[in-house]
């Protein structure tokens, strides 16, 4: 009862001008492209709604420790100053520099809010790097956060820097601790969808074959990524994890059991017997 109360509440808060960033600097995150759209009012409505979903699911509470990878200028952490305790905490982190750069600046009057930019190599936001995702170590200590979250991170990872990703996820997560991330998974029904032009799913067309998924552009393999449904659950079991739930979203066309808003989400908790290993 108290988290639907929560996940109300969050529906209403109103937008903080002080912590919305400006709109090219979200254009350049890829956010607020649609056709006559309110950018800034996509933004606030995009983070409220994500924000609200995880509470909803039991995910996030307002002392949590958490961890947002991808976070962007902060499209999630906004909403959150309004929802967390002084006792919970955020961590974002990020491969835009931009981005973090901004979140770090403007977020200096929350003290439990901190960035981190992850200097890691991306083909579409950061092509100067010599890091390769799939060897990155997350600069956080085992077993540190209550949750984890991405929203569009897993749509700009090829496999192995996927695979790698939710390793480094489990490993920081605390057992009981909860994971919400959004994919764009490929099974029976979305994989021919993805791959076939559509004029109504354009955005989302991915007609190249690649290890384990596809992709939308050859030129720059992480602008649009999608990965086997089956290769996500085997790797997030391989790591530990229980997927406790996979939604399906309408990004392909798919009209069946939809449950999420558009991309594919899936929900994971790490045991908490793990605490005994």
Request: proline share 5%; glycine share 6%.
């Amino acid at each position: 009862m108290m988290t639907r109360k929560i996940a109300q509440n969050i529906q209403e808060i109103v937008q903080n001008s002080a912590l919305m960033p400006p709109i090219e600097l979200i254009l350049e995150n890829g956010i607020g492209h649609e056709a006559n759209t309110d950018v800034h009012d996509l933004f606030h409505r995009y983070g409220r709604g994500l924000v609200a979903g995880m509470v909803s699911d039991g995910v996030l509470k307002p002392n949590s420790r958490i961890l947002d990878v991808g976070c962007g200028l902060g499209r999630l952490a906004r909403i959150l100053t309004s929802f967390l305790s002084p006792r919970g905490s955020y961590h974002g982190m990020d491969v835009c520099k931009s981005s973090i750069d901004w979140c770090v600046e403007n977020y200096r009057n929350h003290p439990n809010f901190k960035f981190d930019h992850a200097d890691v190599f991306s083909t579409h936001y950061n092509p100067a790097s010599m890091t390769s995702a799939a060897n990155y170590s997350f600069p956080f200590n085992a077993r540190e956060f209550d949750c984890i979250f991405s929203t569009s991170l897993f749509t700009h990872l090829i496999a192995k820097d996927a695979e790698h990703y939710i390793e480094e996820m489990a490993r920081v997560l605390k057992p009981g601790g909860k994971m919400w991330n959004t994919f764009l998974l490929l099974d029976d029904i979305s994989t021919p969808l993805a791959s076939t032009f559509d004029p109504k799913h354009a955005a989302t067309h991915l007609p190249i074959v690649v290890d384990r998924g596809r992709i939308a552009l050859k030129s720059d393999p992480e602008a649009l990524t999608a990965l086997n449904t089956s290769f996500v659950k085997e790797v997030h079991h391989r790591s530990g994890l229980e997927i406790l739930e996979v939604r399906n979203g309408p990004w392909s066309g798919r009209t069946d059991n939809i449950r999420a808003s558009y991309q594919d989400v899936a929900i994971a908790r790490k045991p908490r017997f793990w605490q005994f290993r």
